[in-house]
């Protein structure tokens, strides 16, 4: 069953140890304003998958990070999100695979839920009966001699 949380709040999430960021919902309309980031468009025809993927974080993440929490400039005084801070955030590798798993996969696993289905035991085929015929096996012959 697919539960609805219909209040659409913004969550936190831990990326890494001390790192945590708060998050809109991945609705939707986020995805599709994504999907039009100057930079998703500007991609080069024949763009390698993983460009892609690193061009598709970056501009959710960019429309879906409200606020950190553990994130600081290079005199470890912290610092708001804004679209350089985040596009390093997510350079370095464990969390940008945490920022995948935990909120891009996580919407995308749902999306695929609902393209599944278990086979119906009431289904048109349920009751139907196997009507093909083994293949004749051929006949062994005497070895000539």
């Known amino acids: 069953m697919l539960t609805l ?10 990326l ?22 100057p930079a998703i468009a500007d991609l080069p025809e024949g763009a390698a998958t993983e460009e892609a993927a690193l061009a598709m974080a970056r501009a959710l ?5 409200l606020e950190w929490e553990g994130i600081g400039d290079a005199d470890g005084n912290p610092i708001e999100p804004s679209p ?8 370095i590798w ?5 920022f995948q798993t935990s909120y891009i996969a996580k919407a995308l696993l749902l999306d695929a839920e609902k393209n599944v289905s278990a ?12 009507t093909a015929q083994p ?11």
């Open 94 to 98: 464990p969390a940008f695979e945490a």
């Open 16 to 37: 890494i140890p001390g790192v945590r960021v708060r998050l809109r919902p991945l609705t939707t309309a986020l995805m599709v304003s994504a999907r039009g980031d």
């Open 135 to 145: 293949a004749a096996r051929p006949v062994p012959t005497a070895p000539r001699g």
């Open 61 to 65: 993440a960019r429309r879906a990070i």
């Open 5 to 14: 949380d219909l209040t659409n709040a913004p969550q936190w999430c831990d």
């Open 119 to 130: 086979p119906l035991p009431t289904g048109p085929s349920a009751g139907a009966k196997a």
């Open 84 to 91: 350089e801070a985040i596009d390093a955030l997510l350079d």
